[in-house]
């Protein structure tokens, strides 16, 4: 009777050993939270006859690193950024907010934005500028393989925000 039990619980033992040492090899992903560290706020931009100078509000970030074989394989960043930018000389303001997940995919050498990382508004004429929806890039080159949404920043970059902000 004894054997009986025993012989279940070692073939058990035999499966589950191997799967549990794997497991402890694994490598939790690791997080890092960020608040209010002005990591995307925009540099101050030369407009020529003007300039403009973003100022934070709020910001909230958080990287997670993931693991295979204790080497980072992808960096998920998630952003939530609040902020205003001050066009010089004036009083007009615009207000800056994005909430977006960028991910880098360290074995592809790809990196994926979702969700509106430039989203500019002025009152009386909607939205003005905007990097809003899915994007794939070659890490690298900064080459778009995928793009659906509109791509003010990716066509334009910074001085497209001058002229939306003229």
Do not use: W
């Amino acid at each position: 009777m004894r054997l009986r039990t025993l012989l279940p619980l070692g073939i058990a033992l035999f499966i589950a050993l191997p799967i549990t040492q794997a497991s402890a090899l694994a490598q939790s992903p690791v997080k890092e939270h960020f608040v209010d560290e002005g990591i995307f706020l925009l540099p101050d931009v030369d407009c020529g006859s003007f300039s403009l100078h973003e100022d934070l509000v709020s910001e909230d970030v958080t990287v997670t690193t993931f693991f295979s074989g204790g080497n980072p394989v992808k960096v998920a960043t998630k952003a939530n950024l609040d902020a205003v930018i001050h066009k010089s000389n004036t009083t007009d303001t615009v207000r800056d907010h994005s909430v977006f997940t960028e991910t880098e995919d360290l074995v592809n050498g790809t990196t994926t934005i979702s969700g509106p990382s430039y989203h500019y508004k002025v009152p009386g004429q909607g939205e003005v500028f905007a990097e809003v929806g899915h994007q794939i890039f070659v890490s690298d080159t900064g080459e778009v393989t995928f793009q659906s949404g509109k791509d003010d920043f990716t066509q334009q970059d910074l001085q497209g925000i001058c002229a939306a902000l003229a």
